[in-house]
Structures are given as C-alpha cells and as structure tokens.
C-alpha cells in the first residue's frame, strides 16, 4: 500500500503550524488568519491535491489528500480544506475541471437528492451544506435523466438558507431548484462515491482531532494540580485518560483503514462499505466518548472560550453528522451484512 | 506529539487468504466428520488432543518457529490467520494453543538446546500441553507479590508453594511457572521471581480442580509440596523474570482471541434478526460489525508491527482493554436487539444458548491475561503519567 508522501506532509505540518496554529486562531478573535493560511494551502497544491496535474491540480495520490486532512483536524483547521479536495476530486472523476478558489460539495447527507431536468435546470434542497456560503462554486452530485451526474454551480446561482455548526463554521442548506450548472458530465463518481469519500475525510480529521484532544489532555494533567499533586497522579484520572487513548486509537485505527482501502482501490464504490462505514461510526463514536473525557479532565477552564479545548471538541461534536453519522451508516451497514446472512458475515470482514 | 500512537494501516498480504482457505476447508471437514462440534460451548475451555494432533499434522502449531524444532518458519501474520479461522469456528484448540502463543516462544528464547529438542517438536506435532502458572491466593494482577518459592538444592530447586486459576493444568503435561527465588529488592519490587519448566507428572505436585459458576472445570490450584527441579529448568536470568517477556505479552494481549472467542453471538444474531431487520436491528448489527471490524484492524496492526520487529506493549494493552470489553458488552447488546425478532424456533434455540453462554464466559475475559484495572495502568504510564 502507498504511503502519503513525505514531502507533503512535511509542507502540510510547517503550514499549519505556522498559519493555523489553534492557539493563535483562538487569540485572534478575527478572520486575519485565515486568507494567509488558504493562500498558502493554494499555492503549496494542497488544495487539489486530487486533482490530476494534467487538469490543473497537483496530482497527489489519494493517501496524500488524506494525510493533510488528518493534519487539519489535529490542528482544528476552519476552512472548506476537505471540501475542496472532495469536490477537486468529484470534478476530476468526472473529466470536468476543476475552479480556482474553495469548493463546497454537495449533498452531505444520505437523505438528500439532487435531480437535474432534461431543460438542464437542477431541483432539490441539500441541507448542512459546509461551508456553502463561503465558496464561489459547488461540486455536486445529481440524478440526470440518463444517469448520474455530476455538475459544477456558482455558489450565487443557488439560493442559501444560512446555518452554523457547533463550531460556528458555515452549515447551509443550499436550493437547487431552477439552478443552472456551469458545468455538467456522466458521473465518473456518483452520489455514493461522495457520500463514502466525504465519510473517509471526515473520519481522517476526527480521528486526527482526538490525537490533539489526547495531547492536550495529557499535558494538561501533568500541570495541573489539585489536593498537592498533579492530577495525572490520581489512578482515576489514569484511567479515563488511558481511555480516552483507546478511543483515540481505535479512531486513528479506523480512518487510516478507510483511507488506506480508498488509496488502494481502482474505484470509490460499494465495495469499500465495510471500510468506510466502519470508520465514520467509530470513529464518531470515539469522538463522542473522547470529548467528554477531555472536557472532564480540563474541568472549569475546559469549558471557556479563552482555552483551545473547544476548538477541537466542537468540531469533533459536529463532523460526526457531515456525510452521514455513526447512526444512519451503522444502518446501511447492517442492512448489507443481514441481506447478505449471518454465514457471510465472517468471509466478508476477512475480504476487506 | 508527544502522545502520538501509531496504528499503521496493515492489510494480511495475499499468500494469508490461500491459507485461510485451507484452514477453512479443513474445519469444515472436521466439522462434517463429527471431528467436533462448533457449537460445543466455549470452545477456548475445551481441550481434545486428537483435534491437536491433525492441527500439529497440517503444520499450524509452531508456525513462525524454526524447523529444527518442529517449527515451519512462516510469518506471524499466517499465524494470525490460522487462529482466526480456529475461533470463527469454535475449534477445540486448548490441547496446544497456550504452548503455541506464549510456552513455545519462551522455550525458544530461553531453554537449554536440549529440552528445546525434546518438547518443541512435540508441542508442534499436537501432542504436549502448557498451562501458566502466574496467579497465587494472594498474588493476581500484583504478580510481583508471588510467593511460591523456588529454594536452591544440590543440582536443582526446592518449589513449595501452590498456584491459583490455572487453566488447564488438570491436563497439561507442563506449567511455566513464576517462583520466588530471592527478596524483591528495596529498589525493585519486581526483582527476585524466576521461570522454571515444571513437568506436571513429577511428584510432589497435587491438582485440584476448581469449578467455574457453571460447575465447569477449567481452572484449578496446583500444589507444590517439595517438588525437585532440575537446574536446567530454570527460563532465563534467575530473579529477573521481570525483564522478560515483553514481546511474548504483546502476542498474549493483541491477539484475534481477545474479541473473537464469543464471536458466534454476533453471527446468531445476525441469523436470528434474519434478512431484513427492521433499523434498529441493522443498526445494532452496524455498530457491532464497524466496532469488530476497527477491533481487527488494531490486533493486525500489531502483528504487523511485533512480525516487524518492534515491541508495541502500549497498543496491545489496547487491543486487549478494547477488545475484551467489546466482547464482555457484546451478550447484552445482542440480547437487546434480538428481543424483538420474531425469528424460527430452531434459529432462536440456538440463539439463546450462544447467548447463555456467552453471558457467563463474559466476567472472565476482563480479568484473565490482565485485568482492565492493569491495562489501564500500562497505558497511563505508556502516556507518561507514571
């Protein structure tokens, strides 16, 4: 199996430790940070890093994209990072090119469903859209009359219903209805390509999120003390932070898997359900159980704006429902190991 | 960062499923032939040196060993396969499966050649059985409190003492056990115990069982009374059984068995909610599977990592924290999701005794090769809490 490249993780460390740093970020209390931090991610290629340099992009492999994404998230990076990767890479299965600037994708939710009519006007609504108002274009997947498809519209082309995360980024639900793609081709990746793509790179950054939220609990109980000692000297606190490096390695465990079964795939498809599905719910479910454990271990100061827990933990919190949470995969899952009976279920786990 | 735990993406390479595929075809016979039957109850607890002896024959025990030992030099990742294929399907491996992951490995490393010669082969071919003898009255997850003593005597040692929860040793022919043979020292209260090879037919050893609350027998307490080792039965440097060991721990805490010796509970369920469960149904059998599958994930990843060489004490303290409360969780779970399916009486049947069982087995699997508490403990101080 390829591992990501060296080279890029390396450029995608020094960036965000240099321009996204969460402390910094927290202190600023403005946006100033963030055109310099997506101008660097631009101009190193990180951006379209799935993109293949013959259609404008930097060619990277899908390993590379994923190893950046679990770099954003130990960072807790806000900006539409995966969602530009994800609709670079949409564009690209598809021969279509990719724009300059972030890219929002679309739908994120299994429930959602995007039409396209013979005029060749688009109907439908896709909720929770992240980040849609902040980008100039949107990738998206819908239903043509002949097929799949997949089209590019200019994010003013399409009425927006503003919305925020937990974590105050942009959540919109985006209305199709009567939007003309500027683009449009037979999907080379369709809906459920998406769905499982979106799932993997949100189960990179979770997984990488909790390693911070491991780190800083770590260090936040060697420092601080209560009844004379520090509190990582209380068997108690061992405990629910040697549980909270369980969780932590199950979601790294989980998402690497789900991210080395795409990179070693020729195509995104129900194939890699078990995989990808069994990342995004446990890792969701580790960013559950893990948040609550670091914000129990940080006590009062865990729960302030002034202390960066939160810019992890709230994240964790909501990338659990972007394309598809722990629930509604668990579902789709179980769904495909019943139709497939209980004799199958062994041969498939040890087929993935 | 400095907490940083790597779990690398490790797949089982290719030549494993040829493998996988035989010893599937060959459970599957065994199965036909009336060799066992799969649904015998715990099949961890059930020992049959006939079914040993064809596993021996078909060279799965002692796979990754040299072969000047009987051993047939394959990677520890076909190993891995082997005892997977052996759980999925209840096969009745006790006749040789604690000599295969953890005696074997500590003979090789520390036995004279010729004992080495002597019992390897024999533990390869199905025909020898190990039990361990750790746990005291008074000496469980504080193994370094053992007081068994080990006492110097012309050509050899003195053992007075006994044992506690010994598995198997009413039918094993030999115990590695941990005797004191010194203080522990001011500085080092791990200091002053030592491995020894002690042959269970030699006298001056009494065995008496000890039964589960099922009035199962698996565990008994082994009494030594005089009992006379040889001095070259001594495994390793005497008094620092502590120092060794650490690799052959990793194998005993990362392994399939740590979430796979109850898995026919998930597979009836599964059966038993039928072809199209309703979503609550297929949720739960989505969790179960992602959590299962994660599980896999993290006990390959080690293997891949002790086949390459490396020690990853820390992450298999996980697989096992993780994987045995997956598995003591998974009867209740079951037990919940199936209660609203309406499914054939013969299915259910089956179902219900899985479940019975499982739900009784499930105390034990948190306690045996290292409480929860001690994991967590290993795990803290792998952060550098301690």
Redesign the interface.
């Given at each position: 199996m390829a591992e990501a490249d060296t080279i890029v993780v390396d450029v995608a460390t020094r960036i965000f430790q240099d321009l996204g740093d969460p402390q910094t970020v927290n202190n600023a209390g403005d946006d100033s940070w963030r055109a310099p931090l997506w101008q660097a991610l631009t101009d190193s290629g990180l951006t379209l890093a799935w993109v293949p340099e013959t259609a404008g992009g930097s060619g990277g492999a899908r390993a590379d994209g994923f190893a950046v994404l679990g770099l954003a998230g130990a960072h807790a990076v806000t900006l539409p990072l995966a969602e530009t990767l994800l609709g670079g890479w949409l564009l690209a299965e598809s021969g279509l090119e990719a724009p300059q600037g972030p890219i929002a994708v679309a739908p994120t939710r299994h429930q959602d469903r995007l039409t396209l009519a013979q005029d060749g006007t688009l109907a439908g609504t896709a909720c929770q859209v992240p980040f849609a108002r902040d980008c100039d274009s949107l990738a998206l997947a819908a239903e043509g009359a002949d097929g799949p498809v997949v089209a590019l519209v200019a994010g003013h082309d399409c009425a927006i219903r503003p919305g925020l995360n937990l974590a105050g980024e942009a959540k919109d639900d985006v209305i199709f209805d009567g939007a003309r793609p500027r683009l449009i081709a037979p999907a080379g990746a369709d809906r459920d390509a998406l769905m499982l793509m979106g799932a993997a790179a949100r189960a990179m950054q979770m997984a990488g999120a909790l390693q911070t939220l491991l780190d800083l609990s770590v260090r936040y109980a060697g420092e601080r003390k209560a009844f004379g000692r520090p509190i990582a000297k209380f068997q108690v606190i061992q405990h629910d932070l040697a549980r909270l490096a369980g969780e932590t390695a199950a979601a790294v465990a989980a998402a690497n898997s789900a991210g080395a079964a795409i990179e070693a795939s020729e195509r995104v498809d129900a194939g890699l359900l078990l995989d990808v599905a069994a990342a995004k719910i446990r890792v969701g479910e580790a960013a559950g159980t893990g948040a609550a454990i670091a914000h129990q271990v940080h006590g009062a100061i865990g729960y302030t704006k002034e202390h960066i827990l939160h810019r992890f933990t709230h994240r964790l919190w909501s990338w659990r429902d972007d394309f598809g949470p722990e629930s509604v995969w668990a579902t789709r899952l179980g769904e495909s190991v019943a139709a497939a009976g209980a004799d199958e279920l062994w041969p498939t786990i040890t087929a993935a | 960062?400095?907490?940083?735990?790597r779990?690398?993406?490790i797949?089982l390479p290719p030549e494993t499923?040829v493998l996988?595929g035989e010893v599937r075809a060959f459970l599957a016979e065994e199965i036909a032939a009336g060799g066992f039957d799969p649904r015998g109850g715990y099949a961890a607890e059930r020992f049959d040196r006939s079914f040993s002896r064809k596993v021996g024959a078909k060279g799965w025990i002692g796979m990754t060993w040299p072969r000047q030992y009987g051993g047939h030099e394959r990677s520890f990742l076909e190993r891995y396969v082997v005892t997977?294929e052996m759980l999925?399907a209840g096969a009745p491996t006790r006749g040789h499966f604690v000599a295969d992951r953890q005696s074997g490995p500590i003979l090789l490393r520390h036995a004279p050649e010729d004992i080495k010669q002597d019992i390897l082969p024999r533990i390869t071919a199905g025909e020898c059985t190990f039990c361990i003898g750790m746990s005291e009255p008074d000496s469980g997850s504080d193994l370094f409190a053992a007081k068994t003593r080990a006492e110097p005597v012309d050509d050899g040692w003195r053992i007075n003492g006994r044992k506690v929860w010994t598995s198997s040793a009413h039918y094993a022919d030999y115990m590695i056990g941990l005797f004191r043979t010194s203080a522990p020292a001011d500085d080092n209260r791990r200091h002053g115990l030592t491995q020894f090879l002690v042959d269970l037919k030699a006298p001056g050893i009494t065995i008496r069982p000890i039964q589960f609350p099922t009035g199962k027998h698996d565990f008994n307490e082994v009494v030594f009374d005089d009992l006379i080792l040889p001095a070259d039965h001594v495994l390793g440097e005497v008094d620092m059984a502590w120092k060794q060991a650490t690799s052959e721990l990793a194998y005993e805490r990362s392994g399939p068995e740590r979430f796979l010796e109850t898995?026919e509970v998930?597979?009836?369920l599964?059966?038993v909610?039928?072809?199209?469960?309703d979503?609550r149904?297929?949720?739960?059998?989505?969790?179960l599977?992602?959590?299962?599958?994660?599980?896999?994930?993290?006990s390959i990843?080690v293997a891949g990592m002790l086949a390459a060489g490396e020690e990853p004490m820390l992450?298999a303290a996980?697989v096992k924290?993780?994987g045995t409360n997956w598995e003591q969780a998974l009867p209740g779970l079951a037990r919940d999701l199936a209660a609203f399916a309406d499914s054939s009486p013969t299915n259910r049947a089956t179902f219900d005794s899985v479940i019975q069982n499982a739900t009784a087995v499930a105390p034990k699997l948190t306690i045996q090769g290292g409480t929860t508490?001690v994991?967590?403990?290993i795990?803290?101080r792998?952060?550098?809490?301690?």
């Open positions: - | 960062m400095a907490t940083s735990i779990f690398d993406p797949r499923e996988r997977e999925l898995i998930l597979i009836e599964v059966r909610l039928g072809a199209a469960p979503s149904g297929s949720e739960g059998i989505g969790r599977v992602a959590q299962l599958h994660t599980l896999r994930r993290m990843s992450q996980m924290d993780l508490e994991l967590r403990g795990i803290a792998g952060l550098g809490l301690r």
